[in-house]
């Protein structure tokens, strides 16, 4: 199966997912839940359902992220929902500031579809893994993990990113069994950073 490379967002688009996002955020500071969208205003590929990740940083350090590996909403719908929830319910961050809002950056990873990887060891795993262009899930049993394209960033080598990736997943990170199951995706990624930069300088 040929891994697809998959989505184009127009500047239009792009814009209006980086809007929704940040409207989400000033709607869950006051209302402690997302922005609704409507959706019979979804043109396009907004209104599908894609897979999609909000990722928030201050001052290039991580300030929340989270998203969601099925596509199961509209893609606007989708931001809306991991907006509020990277803002206000990932775990290791305290709840976003109303003087945080207008410094941090936003960036927003939407996700191919996933394709099954057939690998027999962890050697021919570590082969067919292409650094800085795939993510990747693992599952095992309850266990499940994913990393997106930009851990690449920080883990450049392909075993280096598997442990990493076993250990978010709560195994040890030597475990190998034949009950593990990799997909990779692609994503497509942008984000506001350079706008938020210009603003504050």
């Known amino acids: 199966m040929a891994l697809s490379h998959f989505i184009d967002l127009s500047t239009a688009a792009r814009s209006r997912l980086l809007h929704i996002a940040r409207s989400s955020i000033a709607h869950g500071l006051l209302s402690h839940r997302p922005l609704a969208v409507e959706k019979n205003d979804l043109p396009g590929i907004l209104g599908e359902p894609l897979a999609s990740f909000v990722t928030l940083r201050h001052v290039e350090m991580l300030r929340g992220c989270v998203g969601t590996i099925d596509p199961v909403r509209p893609l606007a719908e989708a931001v809306a929902v991991a907006a509020f929830s990277a803002a206000f319910k990932d775990s290791r961050f305290p709840p976003l500031r109303e003087d945080e809002l207008h410094v941090v950056s936003i960036e927003i990873s939407v996700l191919s579809a996933l394709e ?86």
């Open 116 to 201: 099954p990887m057939e690998v027999a060891s962890e050697q021919a795993l570590l082969g067919q893994l292409q650094p800085g262009v795939d993510g990747l899930l693992l599952e095992d049993q309850w266990h499940r993990a994913t990393f997106l394209p930009k851990v690449w960033e920080q883990l450049a080598a392909p075993s280096e990113f598997l442990r990493a990736l076993k250990q978010k997943a709560g195994l040890p990170t030597d475990y190998w069994s034949d009950s593990l199951r990799f997909r990779r995706y692609r994503t497509f990624t942008f984000s506001d950073s350079h706008v938020r930069a210009t603003a504050v300088a």
